[in-house]
């Protein structure tokens, strides 16, 4: 099982998300990565996920043309609002989805407020994809 979680920058959202969805299985293999992706995570993203036992230090923050020759079980993308444009996966992929949610890094406002909006944004991934695994993808790893 090959999935691919996009957003644009690949430096939060997409990482908590590669984060949660491989700590469920480590027999899937899971990638992240980004149409215009920054080179770096987002150290509260870093931080949010550490907080509860995910270390995503080591991952990297990916151009999507890298990813762009391998076949996929699952692209998903996350991206959220309005300000938000979903990428475009343009390679061969059996299912595409997509799981939205808001730009922590685009939170103004108090030390506080930002940080609770990381936490509020973490923990909504966590659910979403915990609710993805154990609905769509568990199940298909079993046939």
Not at 4 to 13: A, E, P
Not at 95 to 116: K, M, V
Not at 137 to 143: A, M, N, Q
Request: some cysteine; hydrophobic content about 40%; aromatic content about 10%.
């Amino acid at each position: 099982m090959k999935v691919l979680i996009l957003c644009t920058g690949n430096s939060c959202r997409s990482q908590m998300a590669h984060g949660f969805l491989q700590s469920f299985d480590k027999t899937i293999t899971v990638c992240s990565a980004g149409t215009e992706a920054s080179g770096k995570l987002n150290d509260k993203a870093i931080k949010a996920m550490a907080e509860i036992g995910i270390d995503i230090s080591h991952h990297t923050s990916d151009s999507v043309d890298k990813f762009l020759a391998t076949d996929w079980d699952y692209v998903i993308t996350v991206c959220g609002g309005a300000n938000d444009s979903c990428p475009a996966f343009m390679g061969k992929v059996k299912q595409r989805l997509h799981i939205g949610f808001d730009d922590p890094s685009n939170a103004s406002g108090t030390d506080e407020f930002i940080w609770s909006e990381f936490i509020r944004v973490r923990n909504e991934i966590k659910n979403a994809f915990l609710k993805l695994y154990f609905e769509e993808i568990k199940p298909t790893l079993r046939e």
